[in-house]
């Protein structure tokens, strides 16, 4: 059991180009979480998904992210036109089907650095 | 807005001696959970209380409960220099198991 992947593991971009970044979750796992960790602070909340459904993505900016979850291959987080402020660490999280008390597995991050 | 506070925000003790961290939170919530990050690592479950629950154990740990303070505690005991890391409390949403929010953390130094 692989765990949660994410890829790529450090990302550099120029203001302006785009970030994407994956995430396969756990075998098993049909919740996908997307949380954004600036330096020395906490987890913020971005994005939850099921394949093919956004649940909850009350923590996104409105503009320029978008995220997805496909029937098949990983999640993607897409960031158009970055700007030096989405420098941060981007986290996944998966967890089981609802249906209670449920604990999520991270990856080990995507570290977003931006020119 | 995002629930959640851990304090302090840093901690720094010597080896063998306890570590309390503390969360507050401001809605009802389902269940609270701890996690530890590593430096530069994505983060690892420790434990989870039921808001039904006052306190549970496992291994060197031990975690309160109280949900009419809307707070919950975590002990490290006998605290090993392994134990450096940042500790993040995350709740959940009342009738939504599925949403979680996490604390800005405590940062534990664990002194040789």
Known sequence: NAGVMQNPRHLVRRRGQEARLRCSPMKGHSHVYWYRQLPEEGLKFMVYLQKENIIDESGMPKERFSAEFPKEGPSILRIQQVVRGDS?????????????????????????TVL | SQQGEEDPQALSIQEGENATMNCSYKTSINNLQWYRQNSGRGLVHLILIRSNEREKHSGRLRVTLDTSKKSSSLLITASRAADTASYFCATDVIDNFNKFYFGSGTKLNVKP
Request: charged share 5%; glycine share 16%.
């Open chain 1, 88 to 112: 941060a660490a981007y986290f996944c999280a998966s967890s089981p089907p609802a249906g209670g008390a449920n604990v999520l597995t991270f990856g080990a991050g995507s570290r977003l």
